[in-house]
Structures are given as structure tokens and as C-alpha cells.
């Protein structure tokens, strides 16, 4: 079981290894307990990743196994991140902006896939995990909060950075902003929030001709 927990407002808690804020922790169930795994990167602690300020959402890619997070950043570098066991993303008082270039000085320091300023508030995040449309099967997909956009990520063969990330056509009025899952069938659903109220739409795959 993975969690991830915001750093409530304060920058100095991500790189706090003290401190649950601003990380992503993993357990194990046993029966109706969680337990701390003995291969966790942290010998003893539930924390997985840390240096996160707000990993809204995550997915397991079923090619790779590894966790994609979408992160909301402040006012700047709004991320998708590849979470490692023991890996730190960055976030920390004093922090500049500095997109996908590296940071200096920080212990096992991770660059983001994909970072966003102005910030796009990327939420729902899902793998394509079926062979409907197979131009898209493995991709990544993910809803941006403040355009509602629809992501589509191509992961390169080593899944370990995006080769492209295009928004998705969603016709007039039509936002993509939170959640996202794919049916069995192969259709995308994702949901809205409005002034008064909110929608969950799907999208249909197109059999012969997809893109």
C-alpha cells in the first residue's frame, strides 16, 4: 500500500525524514494491519520517496512496475515524477525553480519527467494498460486541474523519461480535471469540477483509424 502525504504548507518538512510530510510511504498488509517492509529504502520507516510537495496522484506502470506521480508545485514546476525507493525530489526551503535541470548538493536527488511552470495543477494520473487503441497502449495519462487538459505522456523504451506529452482534443466545454481510469473495455474515464457542479465523462475508443 502506497500513501502520499503533502507537505501541509510548510517547505521544511519534505526533506525531514523525521516527519511523515511531503513523501510517499509504502506498506505492507498483513491480515488487517500495516507493517513496514524490511525492504523499504529506510530501514525501519515507512517512507518510500521524499523532497515531494504535493503528490496529488500516482500510477504503476505495467510495463516497468514503477510509480508515476503527478506533484503540484507552488508557483512554479508543477511535475511528473518516476518514484524510486530512497530517491528525493527536490522540494525544500529556499527552493528555486529549475524545471528538469539538476539540483546540486542534494542526496539522491531525481529529476522530474516532465515539469510545468506556469503550474498546470496535474491531478488523475493512469497507464493506458489495454490493447484497444494500440497507439496508446503502456501510455501515460494524465488531467491538468487548471486547464483541463487531457495529457497523453509517450514513455521512451527504458521507461524512464517522456518522449512527447500532447493535450488531447476534448471538444467545446469539455475539461479533464481530476480523477482518470480506464474501463475494460478501453474507454477513458475522467471527471470535472465546475462552479455548480461536476461531470464524469468517457471516452470511447475508436476501433479501425485510431490516434
Not at 516527519?19 to 488487517?32: N, S, T
Not at 528525493?88 to 536527488?109: D, F, H, K, Q
Not at 517522456?162 to 481510469?181: H, W, Y
Not at 478501453?186 to 483509424?209: C, H, K, N, Q, W
Amino acid at each position: 500500500l502506497y500513501v502520499g502525504i503533502g507537505d501541509y504548507g510548510d517547505p521544511s518538512r519534505p526533506q525531514d525524514l523525521d516527519l511523515p510530510h511531503g513523501k510517499i510511504h509504502r506498506f505492507a498488509v498483513e491480515g488487517d494491519a500495516l507493517v513496514i517492509p524490511d525492504d523499504n529504502p529506510i530501514a525501519g520507516s515507512s517512507i518510500y520517496a521524499y523532497g515531494l510537495r504535493n503528490p496529488f496522484d500516482y500510477d504503476f506502470d505495467p510495463v516497468s512496475g514503477r510509480a508515476f506521480a503527478t506533484e503540484n508545485g507552488d508557483n512554479c514546476d508543477d511535475e511528473v515524477n518516476l518514484i524510486m525507493g530512497g530517491f528525493n525530489y527536490g522540494y525544500r526551503e529556499g527552493y528555486a525553480c529549475v524545471g528538469t535541470s539538476p539540483i546540486a548538493g542534494l542526496t539522491r536527488y531525481l529529476r522530474p519527467i516532465l515539469s510545468y511552470t506556469p503550474t498546470i495543477a496535474p491531478s488523475g494520473i493512469t497507464f493506458y494498460d489495454n490493447a484497444s487503441v494500440p497507439q496508446w497502449e503502456n501510455d501515460l495519462f494524465f488531467c491538468s486541474w487548471n486547464d483541463g487538459m487531457l495529457h497523453h505522456v509517450r514513455l521512451s523504451s527504458g521507461r524512464n523519461r517522456a518522449e512527447f506529452d500532447i493535450g488531447l482534443d476534448l471538444g467545446a466545454d469539455v475539461t479533464c480535471r481530476i480523477g482518470l481510469a480506464v474501463h475494460p473495455d478501453g474507454s477513458i474515464y475522467f471527471g470535472t469540477v465546475e462552479t455548480d457542479s461536476g461531470a464524469i465523462y468517457r471516452l470511447m475508443p475508436i476501433v479501425d483509424g485510431a490516434d
